[in-house]
């Protein structure tokens, strides 16, 4: 059929490339590198290229609640989580021009 050979795949679908961003991601284009990840002692958390650099970081479990915190200290945080339970918690990291969260795994 002609749609066939437009190689149309669904008729009655459409499909819109929409893309969404925090303004810092984008903008500020911040590097971050969390590692070991999962992790079993300590948490490390480098970035770079930042122009708005993260100044609080707030670990947090799946229920929201908060953890951690920890303030910048130059371009590198740490978290000793060797106290938590195994699982999965998410890191909070703020700037003035937005804020982050990553997954991380406790083991």
Same mark, same amino acid.
């Given at each position: 059929?002609?749609? %066939?050979?437009a190689? $149309? %795949?669904? =008729?009655?679908?459409?499909?819109?490339d /929409?893309q969404?961003?925090?303004? /810092? #991601?984008? !903008?500020?284009?911040?590097?971050? %590198? $969390?590692s &070991?990840n999962p992790?079993?002692?300590?948490?490390n958390?480098?970035?770079e290229?930042?122009?708005? =650099? &993260?100044?609080? @970081?707030?670990?947090?479990? !799946?229920?929201?609640?908060?953890?951690?915190? =920890?303030?910048?200290d130059?371009p590198?945080?740490? @978290?000793d !989580?060797?106290?938590?339970?195994?699982?999965?918690y998410f890191?909070?990291?703020? #700037? &003035? =021009?937005?804020?982050?969260?990553?997954? !991380?795994?406790v083991?």
């Amino acid at each position: 059929t002609l749609a %066939q050979l437009a190689e $149309i %795949q669904h =008729a009655t679908t459409w499909w819109a490339d /929409t893309q969404f961003f925090t303004p /810092t #991601s984008e !903008v500020d284009g911040c590097r971050f %590198q $969390i590692s &070991p990840n999962p992790v079993q002692d300590f948490l490390n958390v480098a970035w770079e290229d930042c122009t708005l =650099a &993260p100044q609080k @970081f707030t670990l947090l479990d !799946v229920a929201g609640r908060t953890v951690q915190t =920890a303030e910048a200290d130059g371009p590198d945080a740490r @978290f000793d !989580v060797r106290g938590l339970a195994n699982g999965v918690y998410f890191l909070k990291m703020e #700037s &003035p =021009a937005g804020s982050w969260v990553e997954k !991380v795994v406790v083991e």
